[in-house]
């Protein structure tokens, strides 16, 4: 009798213990932050809300969208996630192998309003085609908070340690601050802050233009045309008088408290995966944890983030063929590897199905690391990609 008693005492602790290590980390995906104020968590509701909105014409919708809200595109596995759809980019190479932007642009809208007479035309000049996936936006005020220096620190342009992995980082001037920035966010590193990014996608994936980007994005159609399709006065997005704040400004708050996706099951066969992927090189450019510098927030403030990533441009020989920003043709940035269970297809263009085949696809710098993996026991493969599925 009192063995049992002992037993379930025991039990209980285990439960209790298990319980309070749950509420520091984020129990689902789409949680904000865990320690953030109580104004902060008003400013991410408030936020989220304007993100899952869907506009339409009057709102300034078009006339070139991709979709008529954030939420459209991320979704998956919940608000602030992913989606299956992929958008498309295109230009145009030259002979000697220079890029250059045709039709005042490198996005093509897949919509259009009022009619289709202001659909985005890809000119015939383009003889470069891209897809590109959306990128979850969990722990995305984390990654906004590492400081240039550490990103900096991080890169070898010139493979001055002789690895063959010469990392670069993406420096921009950042639309919305004027600075010079180091560039962490889209395929490209082409965006350093949330608030730019707000602003890009408000216009070019929805044709709401703002303080940011105040420009309708042009798709490849005229000046003539465009006067035509577009009767709204711009900037579209204008200050809620109820609430002092542009939507962009609550898209941003959104996504800087929106807590990073939470860790799967770790088991033992995970733990020696995630040694075998720091064995043979992955961490040279999936940098398992990076640190916030000092930060407004407390809960942005110091704080170790474990994106397995160095936000770095790279050439794998997976490029795009875009130039955009300070990513040159066939530059990618590092994609961060948590929440990586939590969304398919993967790469940049959507054209890996599993995390398999995208570790298949890595050549160019990352040749060294892939022969290492190669080399690897059929067990120790397995463990890493075991590892890769509790991200
Ligand atoms: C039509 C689909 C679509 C819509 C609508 C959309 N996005 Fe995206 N989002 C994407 C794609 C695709 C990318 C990758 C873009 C790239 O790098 O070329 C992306 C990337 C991002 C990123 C970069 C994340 C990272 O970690 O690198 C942010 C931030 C973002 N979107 C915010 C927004 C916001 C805010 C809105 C609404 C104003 C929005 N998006 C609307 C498809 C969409
Ligand atoms: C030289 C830098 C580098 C190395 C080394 C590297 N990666 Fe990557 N990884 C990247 C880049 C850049 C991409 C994006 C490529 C693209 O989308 O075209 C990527 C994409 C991925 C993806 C798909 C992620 C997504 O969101 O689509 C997975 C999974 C991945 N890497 C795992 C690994 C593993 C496992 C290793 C070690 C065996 C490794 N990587 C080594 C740079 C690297």
């Known amino acids: 009798m009192r063995g049992t008693l002992a037993l379930a005492g025991a039990a209980t602790l285990l439960i209790l ?14 949680d904000p932050l865990p320690g953030i104020t109580p104004r902060e968590f008003q400013e991410f509701r408030l936020g989220l809300e304007d993100f899952r909105e869907v506009e339409e014409a009057s709102d300034g919708l078009g006339p070139l969208f991709n979709g008529t809200g954030c939420a459209v595109c991320h979704n998956v596995p919940a608000i602030g996630g992913s989606s299956p759809m992929t958008e498309l980019r295109g230009g145009f190479r030259d002979a000697d192998g220079k890029f250059h932007i045709v039709g005042g642009t490198t996005l093509f809208q897949m919509f259009s309003l009022p009619d289709h007479r202001c659909q985005a035309v890809i000119p015939a000049e383009a003889n470069v085609v891209a897809r590109r996936a959306p990128i979850p936006l969990f722990g995305g005020g984390l990654v906004e908070a590492v400081p240039d220096e550490t990103l900096l620190a991080l890169e070898d ?16 001037v950042d639309k919305a601050t004027g600075q010079r920035r180091v560039g962490r966010f889209g395929w490209k590193a082409q965006i350093a802050t949330l608030l730019t990014f707000s602003g890009d996608a408000y216009t070019n994936e929805m044709g709401i233009t703002n303080d940011v980007f105040p420009d309708e994005p042009r798709g490849g159609i005229s000046e003539a045309r465009m006067r035509e399709c577009d009767r709204l006065k711009d900037p579209e997005d204008r200050v809620d008088p109820r609430t002092g704040k542009r939507a962009i400004d609550n898209f941003e708050a959104f996504m800087k408290f929106l807590a990073a996706p939470p860790r ?20 040279s450019c999936h940098v398992s944890t990076l640190t916030t510098g000092a930060n407004a927030s407390a809960a942005l403030d110091r704080k170790t983030l474990a994106a397995f990533s160095d936000f770095l441009l790279h ?29 398919r297809p993967l790469l940049h263009d959507g054209s890996a199905a599993t995390p398999a085949e995208a570790v298949r696809r890595h050549g160019g710098e990352a040749s060294g690391v892939i022969e290492r993996y190669n080399r690897a026991t059929e067990p120790m493969r397995r463990a890493l990609l075991a590892f890769l599925d509790s991200l």
Do not use: H, K, M, N
């Not at 099951?265 to 961490?283: H, K, M, S």
């Open 264 to 283: 799967g099951t770790i088991t033992d066969e995970v733990r020696i995966g995630e040694q075998v992927f720091a064995a043979v090189g992955c961490t």
């Open 157 to 172: 342009p010139f493979d001055r340690d002789g690895d063959g992995i010469s990392g670069r980082a993406a420096v921009i």
């Open 315 to 343: 050439e794998l020989g997976t490029g795009d063929g875009i130039e955009q920003g300070a990513a040159e043709q066939d530059e990618i940035r590092t994609p961060a590897l948590w929440g990586l269970r939590l969304r």
């Open 17 to 30: 213990t298990a319980l309070r290590v749950s509420a520091q980390s984020p129990a689902v995906a789409g």
